[in-house]
């Protein structure tokens, strides 16, 4: 990590890789719609393929049945062989899966309720922790997710995605596109039309997109037309701003997290505590390890699910060792 040569945001083109919610009612089109983005995969937390054929998924009866499901789907071993069976992960209902996550919590911790459990004090937070988690790894591989939910009315009769906030939160907080679905009946011989989208908030609804540029308004709403509008919004930010856009494979990879080995930290902990050492500075390292690990702790102590707490022991150290060596560069000047 250097502030001083940051990486720069860039916009990835079309829809993959984009975390898009639909909200609406019964019959709207959000599974159906959904679905025919390119090579879905869709995540039933309720039934909602008795009518749309030739989809992939997996029967998810609990909480753990999704975990099992999200390991595969986000397993960094796996990924890129994943990924070229599934670009879209379909994820179907936000609600209802709220529901199976606090049951698996109870089951968890053994308790009746998620109110009643830590001797009254309730399992919010265990619930909430856990539901970012699995949403947090599923989002962050560079799939386009689609997360559906159901509409509830507020008291001054606006729409808004329903759930509570603990499931919502990782969910349209992380989501490029939240759009709501209106019904338009059906035409005078009875056929269903397609119902209109609106990617912008009103007094009626909620519904946003972080796309400047985006039509607020899809008149028939097609997996076709919102990737039309996706791309016409970005097609906009490059002529008007001129922004640079990368494909989804570039903008994850930039975005990549680093991946903290234990051994290898082990080892250039090793080396940093030794170069420090033999300078006469031992105290400092001391100090420093019993700052995050603890008073009398040494760094053969610390176990693999430290690695971020040796992580930051290796930085504090690092500092001391380019000190020491900025100091010996200044007195072979002299």
């Known amino acids: 990590m250097d502030i001083f040569n940051p990486k720069i945001s860039r916009i990835a ?5 984009k975390i898009i919610s639909v909200i609406g009612g019964n019959s709207t089109g959000k599974t159906k719609q959904l679905t025919r983005l390119k090579k879905p995969f869709y995540l039933p937390f309720e039934g909602g393929l008795g ?11 609990s909480w753990g049945d999704f975990k099992k499901l999200n390991k595969q ?29 606090q049951g698996y919590i109870c089951d968890k911790y053994e308790s009746d309720s998620i ?11 265990e619930y909430e ?35 509570d906030k603990r499931a919502l939160g990782p969910i349209i907080d992380n989501s490029d596109i939240v759009i709501y679905l209106k019904s338009n009946g059906t035409d005078k011989d009875g056929n269903v039309i397609k ?15 972080r796309f400047d540029y985006i039509t607020p308004f899809i008149k028939e709403f097609t997996a076709e037309n919102l990737e039309k509008a996706v791309n016409e919004a970005i097609e906009k930010e490059k002529k008007i701003n001129g922004v640079k856009t990368v494909t989804a494979k570039e ?23 030794s170069f420090i050492h033999k300078n006469g500075r031992n105290d400092e390292t001391v100090e420093i390890i019993e700052k995050h690990l603890g008073r009398d702790k040494k760094i053969t102590d610390a176990t693999k699910s430290q690695v971020q707490v040796l992580s930051v022991i290796l930085h504090d150290l690092e500092d001391i060792v380019e000190e020491i060596k900025s100091k010996a560069e200044e007195e072979d000047d002299e």
Request: charged fraction near 25%; charge should be negative; proline fraction near 3%.
């Open 13 to 17: 083109e079309g829809l993959e890789g």
């Open 51 to 61: 009518a749309i054929d030739g989809v992939p998924y997996e029967i998810i009866n």
């Open 73 to 101: 789907l986000t397993n960094p071993k796996t990924l890129d062989k994943v990924k070229e069976l599934y670009q879209t992960i379909i994820f179907d209902e936000i609600w209802a899966s709220s529901k199976y996550c």
């Open 115 to 125: 109110k009643s459990g830590n001797a009254g004090y309730g399992l919010w937070s």
């Open 129 to 163: 922790t856990e539901f970012f988690t699995e949403i947090s790894k599923l989002i962050s591989c560079g799939y386009t997710v689609g997360f559906i939910g159901h509409v509830s009315i507020d008291e001054d009769g606006k729409a808004w995605p329903k759930g």
């Open 195 to 209: 119902s209109s989208a609106y990617l912008a908030e009103t007094e009626e609804y909620f519904a946003r997109s």
């Open 251 to 273: 903008q994850l990879e930039m975005n990549k997290p680093v991946e903290l080995e234990y051994d290898d930290l082990m080892n250039q902990l090793k080396i940093a505590g």
